[in-house]
């Protein structure tokens, strides 16, 4: 499967940190967030990922020339607007030739079984074209909170509102069936904004993949900090207060 990591954000709110750093290279324990990516999805289970690039560029192609994946790296770089999720998945639709792949957020620190990623999407619901995984957020009005049925489809998404119904939290990490592309280039613009434009089309057509591992949206100096505490390459399950739980 190939998969496409998205590293073009500013990460504004970890200033004063990307005012030198992109995003996608902040550091955990002294490791860039896009190594922790590189290591949990090569060698096994991608034959190749695709990294969008936009803010500070050269530094993240110095980290991926230095990287010993990156013969099996490719780059993109988006030079004036950044297209949103959707747009970049649509603007690189060749690079998934028609078949199944991830799509990643690489600004998030996530541990979890990637075989078992894909078998859930493998066996997924009848008409489902998306598996979305999901975690236990402390922070629930800061992310977007998913409401499923039995079956674990999608049948209601609250899109970072003040009092969602739980804590169950999109975790920006998917894999798309090929149909998931088509909608998109059936929008007929360059820029489309995955959560607002996508996801509501999918609703119970979305099944989810819980990591009872560890994960966490390294968005805010705060959220940096408490992974700095929390997590352990080892033992990526430890989690003192405000981490994920184990389920």
Known sequence: ???????????????PVTDTV???????????L??????LLFPDHCDKVLVNTHYLPGMVNDFIATSPWRERVALVHEAGELLGTGGTVLANRDFFEGRPFMLV????LTRFDVAAFFERHRTRPAGAEITMMTFTSDQPCSCGIVEENAEGLVTAFHEKVANPPGNRANAAVYILEPAVVNFIASLNKPVVDFSTEVIPHFLGRICTFHNSRYHRD????????KAEADFTQSSCWMAPAGALPRT
């Open 218 to 225: 390294i968005g805010t100096l705060e959220s940096l900090a």
């Open 22 to 32: 992109p995003k996608c290279l902040v550091p955990v324990h002294g490791k860039p």
């Open 34 to 39: 896009l190594g922790y990516w590189f290591d």
């Open 105 to 108: 957020h690489a600004d998030n």
């Open 1 to 15: 499967m190939r998969a496409l990591l998205l590293a073009a954000g500013f990460g504004t709110r970890l200033r």
